[in-house]
């Protein structure tokens, strides 16, 4: 069966009978792949060539080691909503202040274990505050004091008061702090957002951390192969943890944008949904479908800054609240550009209210200048609200729905997309 597979190609998962000194790693690093986290299947020559071109193996590590991290850079791992510096204590602040608006509250306060306090000396607590979205603050904790931090940091898991929720912020090897929320009430969307946001920052923190011992480790002449080794599988252990996470936080992201929108079912899935069978249907490959995909997730991210009161209304909105959800779509564009794993969906979400005979926005847009996965995303959407309860109304019927975007096609919606959606409809 081995010789079978070899004839075939092997994964570089699999141990190929070429492998340098049994290391599965070796292949994956040696073909000089960007997304090496994916399987791909190299041929029994290959396999063999790498082998022949790694002769110095510690050498060819450290390289695989630099450019890990030149990838996955703090700018990389810890950009995950606003931020515009690198320095701790402004990032941090950064994320307080993002999680308050989020979930449409005055006060999020964000404590750190003193070990991961950089820069703010001067406190004698263990839990040291780093950040906060107000200027009324208790500096910090001891672990044995009774409050919700330090319960929290010490269950490492969600822990609710009666006036406050301490949401732990920890990855699998570090318990790093407490993110505090000065609420006794939140529903569960927007506590798991929440969550999601403490898991990337902690991930991306112990990320850091060993990007820092890896630099060091390149740096040492001295340093052993099996060292090196190990550090590689840590890195590529955390980020792939990382790209998991970073999944988790868009789906509840959207999860909790359709809790502000008023829907009784999840939109933002719905959509999403949706625009990947659209995509699958008119043949898109892998890649422009998945970034479709999330595309329809978030195409309403900008609804997560403005309060869930405005959405909950069945009369009508003040000019004020009228203009706030006029403009949503470019709060949401800006929070996206800053979320570097999924920059390249922002065109998507920018453009989606675009429409084909060119009477959109923002840019008035027309035909074919309008990009594909936005026309794309505007008929999903389009066809996911008719037919979802809003507050002030009741859903369409399938085929009510569809007749409206057939008559409108060539106007406002792509006849190609509408017809693919027709499809999509009628084959479930």
């Known amino acids: 069966m081995k010789k079978e597979e070899n004839k075939n190609g092997v994964s570089l998962f699999s141990q190929s009978e070429f492998l340098i000194e049994n290391d599965p790693m070796e292949e994956i690093f040696a073909l000089n792949l960007g997304d090496f986290l994916s399987e791909h299947l190299i041929s029994e020559d290959l396999a063999q060539k790498i082998s022949e071109h790694s002769k110095d ?6 390289n695989q080691l630099t450019e890990l991290i030149s990838i996955y850079s703090l700018k990389n791992t810890l950009c995950v909503l606003n931020f515009e510096t690198q320095k701790d204590y402004t990032i941090i602040t950064s994320i307080a202040k993002s999680i308050a608006q989020m979930v449409d509250i005055k006060t999020c306060n964000i404590y750190l274990a003193k070990e991961f306090a950089k820069g703010l000396a001067g406190s004698d607590m263990q839990l040291v505050l780093a950040g906060s979205s107000s200027d009324l603050q208790i500096p910090g904790y001891n672990v044995d004091s009774d409050s919700i931090v330090a319960s929290s940091y010490l269950n490492k898991d969600t822990v609710k008061g009666e006036n406050a929720i301490g949401i732990s912020i920890h990855s699998t090897s570090q318990n790093i702090g407490t993110i505090e929320l000065k609420t006794n009430k939140l529903q569960d969307e927007f506590i798991e957002l929440v969550e999601s946001i403490a898991t990337l920052f902690a991930t991306s923190i112990t990320l850091q951390s060993q990007i820092d011992e890896t630099h060091r480790l390149i740096e040492d002449e001295d340093s052993a192969t ?203």
């Open 226 to 428: 099996t060292d090196l080794q190990h550090m590689r599988a840590e890195l590529t252990s955390l980020i792939g943890d990382l790209c998991d996470y970073q999944q988790a936080f868009v789906q509840n992201l959207a999860n909790a944008v359709d809790t502000k929108g008023g829907y009784k079912v999840s939109h933002s899935k719905n959509t999403a949904n949706l625009a990947r069978k659209i995509c699958k249907q008119l043949g898109l490959n892998e890649k422009t479908t998945d970034l479709i995909y999330y595309a329809g997730l978030l195409q309403n991210i900008g609804k997560i800054t403005l309060p869930e009161s405005i959405f909950a209304t069945n009369g009508k909105l003040s000019d004020e609240d009228f203009q706030k959800i006029q403009n949503h779509a470019n709060v949401g564009v800006n929070l996206l550009m800053n979320i570097n794993f999924l920059s390249e969906v922002v065109p998507y979400i920018t453009y989606q209210k675009e429409r084909i005979d060119g009477s959109g926005s923002p840019e008035g847009l027309k035909g074919q200048s309008i990009p594909f996965g936005s026309r794309i995303i505007a008929v999903a959407d389009a066809y996911s609200a008719m037919t979802s309860d809003r507050p002030y109304r009741k859903a369409l019927q399938t085929e009510k729905a569809l007749s409206i975007m057939k008559e409108e096609a060539g106007t406002k919606w792509d006849v190609d997309v509408v017809n693919a959606l027709a499809e999509v409809v009628s084959n479930n």
């Open 57 to 62: 193996k510690k050498s060819g590590l450290k």
